[in-house]
């Protein structure tokens, strides 16, 4: 039997549970132990530790506090670690509970977190996701279920002192050139949400007012929302601190490439099971910066796709120089105004190719003045058929169905 | 037996060859037609029109003519084609001519193109492909063999006079922005080295003072750089003008996401073999504005993968906010020290990133303030073992051959 | 919440639980009842009803009671199937219970059952493989590991009388060609074990004789052992009775294509869920008289494999007229002998190419002759490397690590 | 510029040329070498050597001579290779000659050669494929195209004389069990047809008499009809004689698993390019008795799939024991039948299975007396859609076009 080390109570706060912890300090003391090689079972909140619930209204997404997310387990001492390791991680498995098989996604408010595409979804609405097996479907989209691939959205090892100053010198200064730009162009430390485990007293303030945010990835990994460290794959991540300090959360069921909604996977409560090992001095042996992995053997196999094209020119026929989010924003809307024709609304195309596995490619970086992204959407996750053919699109979809919005109040 | 319905000469400058042009306007003459249902062979030059030799002297890469590119063969008239449709184009196969079998990769001097990591790699440098089959190799690069991945970097349809209008204002207010910059936020019309196809006297001169230049992908697809716009591809174009006028060029035999040398896939000259339809008014039936396209289903199929991870912090530590290019180039960065550990000079790992079947992947575009972006590098094109492990890399090459450098003058 | 729609106790006899059966016959009573687009679970026992234990002793395989077997949960009556429809399942998800995370592969005695290759393995051994969520190994099978591919090794609807009169029929046919055969050439009908679900008295009793066993895969699915009928297919399956009468059961793991130990997969306890539709008149409407599936989207991508060759001439250089299963048998023969080279005993080889994802392809069936089978053996399940080269093969295991055999008494 | 070494002329008879062969026999004279390393270019004819014509009479195919069958390029000596090595071939592409771009596919009449389905398909029928760059189409096949999967359907080294006279030993002792059966057990010598390639006089003769037939598959390989070893894919030659003998021929253009029409493949004239090496002593250092190969990176990704399931029981209700190739013959059947119910004609329906990328898998071997194979038909091959659902197939052929039939004369 594989021991859980970290056990949460979704009827509970996050902040009652001090294996839990929502920003990143290298004070945060360790909540386990492991040995490498031990493999063992590491249970979280959902990012935003409970704020959304299973319904039809989308008042909660609107009304979130992001200053609160993300709700992290860990840290976890890998015994032996030391800084200039790399840590290996076997993600084995990750799983819903048995009583929580679902899952949501959103849009924030453009004045509360916004998204990828916020100017053209500037209101909070929501979509329930429900598990079937490995399959997922929602009640608020009709007419696609897909397969999961399920990772965390967030994983890493504490940063040291260095790297955290580095952290918030580097998003402050950035934060300086329009301190007053809605949404904010980074998130500051800000004591008064934060979790800091089981740091109590003078310290615990002092680290909270610290303490990085947990939002950005960084060089540690991170909030990286890459859909493809879905179990199965295999991770190794620079090592800063004595016992590499692992931190796990923000478990997805799925994810299109961007996580572009923000709120922005299917984003669920669960468990990860992981097995963990050190390759020593390996960041200077690999030249390791950031982390590096190996996909999974076991991904779904949408191999059929209807890729969509979008280049640096913006939304108002303004040209950019190589900017590839813009290139890519195109690509969404362009998916967007494809799957309308199908009877979609437009939030529900958002939503899929938030949701579903799209890919998002890099595809021409250097042909000045205009980045090429495209956007691969897997055409078998459709119970129709979804082809461009010379009949022209069919509306499967009467529209009576669509996503709840909370709009602002 | 299919026709070829457009024929080159290599030993001839392709400025004699009137199925031949290097600027994109409405006025240049269609030089063959087919009809929806036909398919036909179409050969190109390589998109520099033969500049680059087949030797271990990188000068001619440094000298290159950039003004000259692309050397495009059409338009091909489409019978019935009309403004508003969708051109649906099958990429049946292309190739290399039988006594042609290699290509080349090049990095441009800073001063002269630039590329997408130009202040680290800032002279020319020139890597030579040799095509073994449907596999390549090459006498600069050792250790590595892979499938080609054929693909046409650039094709599409004449634009009108409208749209053709549009993409000039628009570039031309960024090159304003700052009209010194080296190298050139983009490339404006420039008549003196314009190949017009079979426009002659002052409908040339007028035409070639107008034409847009081809190194940008835009709204009609153009040079998009798509490595996945392979054979076995079907595309779905954009019709702006009667009969279309499909142009194509820029044959690669291989190249990776991003094309981050610039010149910066294996490039060829070759033949490319289509079949082509038309689906009526597929514009406004669809909502399409860029190509849509289906992938092949005959890729190679690299699933081991080593993938790095790139944030928006610059090299110089600064941060950027959700600069997708920048965290691709980081990604680039840490793919080429890694290799580096394995006994490749830093170029070898630039082109190898640059030359092979390569994915760059949009992972996360909203954690502000970073941008993450992931380079997956396949393993198994390589001869010996790249994976991490606990003994550290091993040294499998010994530094004695390098791609050959042209240093400015 | 799904429904667990039949339950079982791993503490109590399988005989105790009438919701199980280990027979086909039309007359053992419904145990539960769904609709068309429902999904449920449905907990089953391992194969042989729980005679195999975790540990080090392979007498339990051994002495295993052949005749008792597969106990399989239903069977599950849906509303409306009607005979002649199709019952189309998806298998949504399967899994081992959370304190039961391993299962068992198991050479039988040549007297008491065999397997494929019982000439050259006549004794009973057994290995267990522990469940890494995903991925298993063997404390019996070093240097292995691999992601599951977990599937229903029996799984269909009941016959009616005609049907189950025509298999009785033909089997003991042949069973009459050979009646002393030792392992038998068939199993007939046998009373003493059978476990006929909710039938009592006079009913159980005519019904228990006649009960077709489950041993063989026959019109209606049964005991296919088809690995790539895994989570995540579809399967159409004939329906023979009112209410269709689906019966499930013989979990595995993992299985290389032949389950060729005969407990030839990696055996386990768990649950299965699943959900049904229905297609009226589908047999008549699709011609279909076996059933037919699609796989699952969500399959290992072991892409690399050694691939060994077998031809229809025997152990002994007997030349056999187009007898593909002795090709295959040949080619398992050569997988095994390679895999000796490396370390592993003969044994661990057979077990190897039983539980991991091995593919077995008719290749060519028309040579007389010779028929050809190949043995697709996946690299990348191995932690060293494995692929021939001028070398020579390293032996990587010591030989102190065996799969524990049971002599016969 | 890679050498071809072996050049054929279509406009002349295969007889004619002699750097082709038409048996197995040591002393056959090599007629090219080459060296470890080396590449080159090999032509063939197809495997009858011109007998079959690109037009709608299949009288060519019922008149086939076969005892002429098949002309093999080589044999060709590589320096070095010495009995007990292995002959490692890298298979770098493989092509149709620029005016050859068809292929056919044949069922030979009962009478004269038969085929998997023979009592099915007892007379001689013909479907020509044009070659569309990758992909293939028929006039006689409406409604399908695929890319191909191009492959050497023969390919060996030559036999020492003590392996020769084993394969004439055994393969005599099986057609000496019925030698007056129609079709033939097996093939014997035959020297009337019999081309020795540069062998001439006594020496002919006397070889021509002992000449093992090409038509199984033996220890060598030879004619293994495998489609996997396609271009892209590197195999393991066992070598018994001094210089190898690496001789090749009967090219295919695509086939599905088990070649089930015996001229059962698309079968072309066209080029195979190759590169070789030698493992010294490998035979023995990794146990190797039939060639084993690993698969090309780059192959048709149709991984959708219609998966049909045949037992060992036969076409008359027969109960046979664990015979893989009745279970075989059994998912053939089924998916014919399928077909048919969306306007194909039974013909049309063998046609397709047996040349379209069909894969056949061996399922399960044990479960006496019942083997299982299934037969996975990729779906997207198909222009229409051939998935099952609830309102029922729909018939897309009119029937109008049909596989062209010689009756028996």
């Not at 819903?96 to 996604?105: E, I, K, R, S, T």
């Not at 904010?184 to 949400?193: G, Q, W």
């Not at 680290?207 to 295999?234: F, Q, W």
């Not at 939304?315 to 969404?332: M, W």
């Amino acid at each position: 039997m594989t021991d859980t080390i970290i056990k949460i109570d979704l009827s509970k706060s996050a902040y009652d549970n001090d294996q839990v912890h929502n920003r990143w300090h290298p004070d945060i003391p360790m909540v386990a132990t492991v040995k490498p090689g031990d493999d063992f079972i590491v249970e979280c909140y959902d990012w935003t530790g409970g704020q959304i619930e299973n319904n039809d209204d989308a008042s909660d997404v609107r009304d979130v506090d992001l200053s609160q997310v993300h709700f992290l387990s860990g840290p976890i001492k890998v015994e032996g670690a030391e800084p200039g390791d790399l840590l290996e991680v076997d993600i084995l498995d990750i799983g819903a509970f048995p009583d929580n098989q679902w899952g949501f996604n959103g849009f924030f408010s453009k004045k509360n977190g916004g998204g990828f595409l916020t100017d053209r979804f500037p209101e909070a609405q929501k979509s329930i996701w429900d598990f079937n097996g490995m399959m997922t479907s929602s009640r608020h989209v009709p007419g696609v279920e897909f397969a999961g691939i399920l990772h965390p959205g967030l994983i890493g090892c504490l940063p040291d002192k260095k790297m955290l100053d580095m952290w918030n010198t580097r998003e402050k200064a950035l934060v300086d050139t329009d301190p007053e730009r809605v949404p904010e162009l980074a998130t500051l430390p800000y004591a008064e949400t934060a979790h800091m485990g089981r740091l109590t007293g003078d310290e615990k303030d002092k680290a909270a007012a610290e303490g990085a945010r947990t939002v950005p990835p960084r060089e540690h990994g991170g909030n990286c929302d890459i859909k493809d460290l879905t179990r199965g794959s295999k991770v190794y991540f620079p090592v800063y601190v004595d016992g590499a300090g692992l931190s796990v959360g923000d478990l997805h069921f799925s994810q299109g490439d961007g996580e572009i909604t923000f709120c922005g996977a299917i984003e669920m409560a669960g468990w990860i099971h992981m097995r963990v090992n050190i390759i020593k001095d390996g960041m200077a042996k690999y030249q390791v910066k950031n982390p590096i992995f190996k996909p999974s053997k076991m991904v779904p196999k949408y191999d059929d796709y209807l890729i969509f094209e979008g280049i640096s020119v913006d939304e108002d026929g303004k040209q950019h120089y190589l900017d590839t989010s813009i290139a890519y924003r195109q690509a969404c809307h362009n998916a967007i105004n494809y799957l309308t024709q199908f009877g979609y609304s437009e939030a529900q195309g958002y939503a899929i190719i938030g949701c579903a596995p799209v890919q998002g490619h890099i595809s021409g970086v250097v042909d000045i003045p205009n980045s090429c992204a495209t956007l691969w959407l897997p055409t078998d996750i459709f119970e129709f058929d979804v082809q461009p053919n010379s009949e022209g699109p069919k509306k499967h979809l009467d529209g009576s169905i669509d996503i709840p919005k909370a709009p602002d109040l």
